[in-house]
């Protein structure tokens, strides 16, 4: 129960994040910025349809895609996002702050505040709606990377920009999106290459190897520890893992064992099955 509360919050609060980069950044400055705020500013300029109306459809529509391909789980936590998130931008463009800043500061910290709230939403295995369900379902069916589908996703329709504004506008849009991307690379692992290198000590050691084989689909290695202290023989899981993974891995294992000790750590280059070419079950 702890962990659903926390994991509301946090879905809430992404939400909000996303809502104040487009209420605050986006509609104001009309930055194609992809995804259904920039879908809302296309179409405000070709059939003059209200961006908010806009939002709320695709949001919508796209959750019940989302809903269907993802299960249960997902479909209830999306569900809370795309109440929220309409809701949010309503209660949000009614009360403009009328920020005077430079288009190009305008892109980048309002990609980095919609990417932050992104990027929480998502390590909390829910998404803030719209069109980051297609980047999630690439990640599951494609394996491409949720951030790299978010840039794919979105670089798409600001590229149809180009319908209605000129090619300025279509670079300030590229800004907004590669800071976004950058941000939710962050948020979901800081600090971390393609790949993590992930060192677990756990008392749940049958169930976490499990998980890592089955679900994950990655291999492990088995070091045989001993502690320092106790002088207690310990079986030390190794494993590397993609970036999505190793936040499904985190989320497992605190659920399975709280008090397993886990190190985590870059791995700038790997080469064999599953990185360097094709995995095979």
């Known amino acids: 129960m702890k962990q659903k509360i926390i994991d509301v919050i946090a879905v809430l609060f992404g939400n909000f994040l996303l809502a104040v980069s487009v209420a605050y950044f986006v509609l104001p400055y009309d930055i194609l910025s992809g995804g259904v705020a920039g879908i809302s500013v ?15 459809v695709l949001v919508v529509g796209l959750f ?3 809903a269907i391909f993802f299960g249960k789980e997902f479909a209830l936590k999306t569900a809370l996002s795309s109440i929220a998130y309409p809701i949010f931008v309503e209660i949000l463009v009614r009360y403009p702050l009328n920020l005077e800043v430079d288009e190009l500061l305008s892109c980048v910290f309002g990609g980095v505040i919609a990417g932050i709230g992104m990027g929480i939403a998502f390590r909390h295995n829910a998404s803030t709606g719209g069109t ?5 379902l690439a990640n599951k069916y494609l394996g491409i990377s949720v951030s790299s589908g978010v840039m794919f996703t979105d670089g798409i329709i600001t590229l149809l920009g180009l319908l209605t504004y000129g090619l300025q506008d279509v670079f300030l849009g590229v800004v907004y999106i590669y800071s976004s991307s950058m941000a939710i690379n962050r948020v979901m692992v800081p600090k971390t290459d393609e790949a993590i290198a992930v060192y677990v000590i ?8 499990d998980f890592i ?17 106790t002088n207690e023989k310990k079986d030390i899981i190794l494993t590397v893992v993609s970036k999505n993974q190793y936040v499904k891995l ?3 294992i605190d659920k ?10 870059d791995a700038k280059e790997i080469k064999g099955e599953g990185f360097s070419y094709d995995f095979r079950v």
């Open 64 to 66: 019940i895609v989302g």
């Open 256 to 265: 399975t064992d709280p008090y397993a000790f886990v190190i985590v750590s």
């Open 213 to 229: 084989h089955y679900t994950l689909e990655r291999g492990t290695t088995i070091l045989d520890g001993r502690g320092g202290y």
């Open 202 to 209: 756990t008392s749940e050691f049958d169930k976490v190897c």
């Open 132 to 136: 980051d369900i297609i980047s999630l």
């Open 250 to 252: 985190s989320s497992f």
């Open 42 to 56: 296309i179409t405000k300029a070709v059939f003059n349809w209200s961006p908010t109306l806009v939002i709320d």
